[in-house]
């Protein structure tokens, strides 16, 4: 069992303004095998959240703490985060031309596992995921993301959590910009880390589509830098049918 504790986050980030206040006393607790859905309108902080467990320079902790099986998760680099066990996909995935995908991936898996997974034994685990997530045996020789579709860029995402299984997987609106069938296909490779691993997810989303395929056990409305609410599967059913706007009333009268 692991879990990551994040407690009264405060974040800012650099404008020509100056500092702009983000996230404004974020608290949450993400345990081994739980799936938790961030929902909320553009600009709430989402994303900011996302980004600062995974430790994006622009991104200033201004208070609060974030612990991964009690040890500090913000003294630790990018690097070192990944390796504790935590794994942002991306809602924007970075081309990286030059770097073919199966050198990516193996590299990616030794650094976080210390030691060079054996040859064979790595091919057949690549394959299958590839297979699983419906990708051509080319895209393994391809430069990292480059030219890929948007779907493409996705499931590549997806391909990296099965194969390095992290502790707590953070993913940044995977379902923005994706067919009904790569949807689908994403949804089922998260479905299947989460059956096969006691990995927990923090799943971030505008809409409910993607939860019709990925059930989380708690849903949280985030609204101005905070959780404005919490519940279960449920809430995301209000949220389809009500939307935001009565938080975005509170919000604005605070």
Request: charged share 30%.
């Amino acid at each position: 069992m692991s879990t990551l504790e994040i407690r009264d986050l405060h974040v800012s980030v650099e404008t020509k303004e100056g500092p702009k206040p983000i996230l404004r006393g974020v608290d949450l607790t993400l345990e081994s095998g739980k799936t938790h859905a961030i929902m909320g309108p553009n600009g709430s902080g989402k994303s900011t959240l996302a980004y600062s467990l995974a430790g994006h320079p622009k991104y200033q902790i201004t208070q609060g703490t974030v612990t991964l099986d009690g040890e500090d998760l913000l003294e630790m680099s990018v690097d070192e985060r990944a390796r504790a066990g935590l794994f942002l996909a991306m809602q924007y995935p970075v081309e990286v031309p030059g770097v073919s995908v199966s050198n990516f991936l193996r590299t990616a898996k030794t650094a976080i596992d210390g030691d060079a997974p054996a040859l064979r034994h790595w091919v057949k685990d690549v394959k299958v995921a590839m297979e699983n997530l419906r990708m051509d045996k080319a895209f393994a020789e391809r430069s990292v993301n480059e030219g890929f579709s948007g779907g493409e860029k996705k499931r590549h995402e997806i391909l990296q959590m099965e194969l390095l299984k992290p502790k707590f997987a953070v993913l940044d609106e995977t379902d923005s910009g994706l067919d009904v069938d790569a949807l689908r296909v994403v949804s089922e490779g998260v479905n299947r880390v989460k059956e096969n691993t006691d990995a927990g997810f923090l799943l971030i989303t505008h809409y409910t589509r993607i939860l019709r395929y990925i059930t989380p056990d708690f849903v949280h409305v985030f609204v101005d830098g905070r959780i404005a609410e919490e519940g279960g599967p449920e809430l995301a059913d209000r949220l389809e049918a009500e939307g935001y706007d009565r938080y975005l009333t509170g919000a604005a009268s605070a």
